[in-house]
């Protein structure tokens, strides 16, 4: 059966563009560049983009497109031995679609409380307390929440008809899930700048303390930054790229993704730092202590901010919606994105029917959710995320970067990626690929695990901790079988030392 394609060049790269978009970008990326420097944050942040993030972004690309597969097909071709450290990188998204999907579950309920602005005044007791009646630790998992379950089984089911028919759906779905966010983010972002306060809060985000660029770790925050929010390391951009003709251009859509996913990164931190801004100014309080970034901004500091804007419930209601309809459909197209990874990489090698695997899939992963959707379920996301979202992406980021630049070849690859892109590329794309993204990525993996031995990961209990490893050391193993059962495909090994034309 012929490879799917994608329908047009852009249902591609809007596709691309939707799945590094995410709810990082909402929540993560402003509140990194307040912590990291404010302004002076941007320097380490482009450095990391071009030396780093757009060379392994079109090296992903080129990979996928070049041979036509999956991430772990892909890899088994450049290397037999390799072959898992695809299948690491689909598990370990597939992992975290188990609960990224109960964020957007969370979302999909405060779409609803927005209506009415149900958390009034006291948004940190409505969601800690109200909504997800959280227990006192990960010890205690308590009960099932129905509305996260429902939720849950929304998003599921939403995913479910978006990847139905593959690139043709998908390409449907991105016309309007990448656009209408950024068009919520501008109009957010409209009535943030004109309220009272906003530049006291932009200031915090923009002015530039020169002083943070001697630290490391900001450095080191800056590229976790770029891999994160490129989507990288997780076979997603491989999958994406396998369904482009083997001669679609790459450098220029490589930016392109790189660019409009950073664009939409500022536009968040404008309208979010504009609101804290008034909101700082509402309550009499310094903006820093009002800032926060993750599950906290979304849903209780912005909650309260909403609560504070003039004009009344119906008002408020509207700006709710707004923010939470942005975050819905900012989110999904990170979350159907793993479960095409995924999919692409078990049909790739198993011959699997799509359909079959995505309810099969869907069911599994809604089941899984289910652990992230009880009361406790919090502290398990959170612990969870930090080994998946962090050390996983970190480790197979180096073996990736050193599969494709040294074993591969970063030179072969890039006389590819000249050979249909119309920008061309340079020897710096060898040098990055070979050097230093594998030594960056290194170097980060370092000063994490040396703070994690320091202070362990926001104090939970050592057995928390531990539970949390094994998952993150089982996924290899697990990648480890699935690379040696034998594939329904007889191509699905040939080796491959350089890209070809020639249709197989
Ligand atoms: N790039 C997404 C974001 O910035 C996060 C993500 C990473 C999603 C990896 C899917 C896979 O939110």
Known sequence: MARQKWGSRWAFVLAAIGSAAGLGNAWRFPYMAYSNGGG?????????????????????????????????KAMS????????IGWWAVITGAIITFYYNVIMAWIFNYLYYSLGVAWKDDPKGFFFGDFLKLTDGPGQLGGLRLPVVIGLLIT????????????????????????????????????????????TGLNYLFEPNFAKLAEPRVWAN?????????????????????????????????????????????????AVFSVLGYMAQQMSVPVNEVVSGGIGL??????????????????QSIFGLAFFIMLLTLGIDSAFSLVEAVEASAGDKFKINKKSFLIGFSILGFIFGLLFSTQGGLYWLDIIDHYMGTYALLVVGILESILIGWIFGADKLREYINSVSEIKIGKWFDFSLKFVIPLVLLFIL??????????????????????????????????????????????????ATEITFEEE
């Open 446 to 495: 370092g000063l994490t695990f040396a703070d994690e031995i320091k202070n362990p990961y926001e104090g939970y209990p050592g057995w928390a901790l531990t539970t949390g490893l094994i998952v993150f050391i089982l996924v290899p193993v697990l990648a480890l079988i699935f690379a040696k059962m034998p594939s329904k495909d007889d191509k699905y090994n040939i080796k």
């Open 222 to 270: 800056a590229f976790g930054q770029i891999f994160f929010s490129l989507s990288l390391a997780f076979g997603i951009m491989i999958a994406y790229g396998s369904y482009n003709d083997k001669k679609n251009d790459i450098a220029n859509n490589s930016i392109i993704t790189a660019l409009g996913n950073s664009a939409t990164s500022f536009l968040a931190g404008i």
């Open 77 to 84: 071709k450049i290397s037999k031995n390799a072959e898992f």
């Open 40 to 72: 002076a944050f941007y320097i380490p942040y482009f450095v990391a983009l071009f030396i780093a993030g757009i060379p392994l972004l079109m090296a992903e690309f080129a990979i996928g497109q070049g041979l036509q597969a999956s991430a772990p």
């Open 156 to 199: 599921w089911i939403w995913i479910f008809l978006i990847l139905r028919k593959g690139t043709e759906s998908v390409g449907k779905t991105v016309m309007w899930t990448v656009p209408l966010p950024v068009i919520l983010l501008i109009l957010l972002g409209i009535r943030g700048v004109t309220l009272p306060g906003a530049a």
């Open 298 to 315: 979304a849903f209780v500091v912005y909650p309260q901010a909403i609560s504070l804007i003039p004009g009344g419930v119906i008002v």
